[in-house]
């Protein structure tokens, strides 16, 4: 399923932690029998060579809503302690969005199937297994779909102010950090939604609000 480049990176990044983990739970095993996914960077050689511009490159647009979609993912909204004073800062949160081509993966039924196999799946009874599959579809069609780097999206903050995420670079991924002027309570959420709601087929972002103590992330 890896590229030779994603191989690279994944060796460059991991941790000793990791690679003791990949060992003894045989994750080199499983994956030299996945199935091989194409390139998720099917694109037209231009914007190919300009995604490595990022927020610099002079042909982002924005989003085609016949075309393509973006993914506005969640996050938390937290308060910067300041060195000195110890005055109260300002929320501010960091907003990721993800841009693709709608309608661009391949048929994953046989991937599918083949990873259900590999964690057991198979022995469960047919409801179980349909279900199995479903929850596999979902999460491995973000890496089927071809996405779109170059794309911008106009989103709607909770305070009514009009913010541009992007555009996505190389990775066709945006994130920007957003300071918010208005008031919110420890423990809010709120979402932060496109102007035009049909690029978005799964929603808003969802913004959690964490004071700088009594809390924790678990990842």
Known sequence: MQTAFDRARQLFQETRGDRRTRTNEGFQSIERGLPRLASPLDIPWTQNISSYLGVRNPLAGPVDSKTESVWLLDNTAYRPVHPYPHSQQPWQAEFRAAFFKKDTGRDIS????????????KEGSGEEREQGERTIAERLQPFVDVVAPARWVDVKLPDGKIKRLGPGGRSATSQQTHVFQSEHRDGEVVETGAVNEQLTPHGPARTGFAEPEGWMVIS
């Open 110 to 121: 046989k991937i599918v199937a083949d990873i259900a196999d590999k964690i057991g799946l």
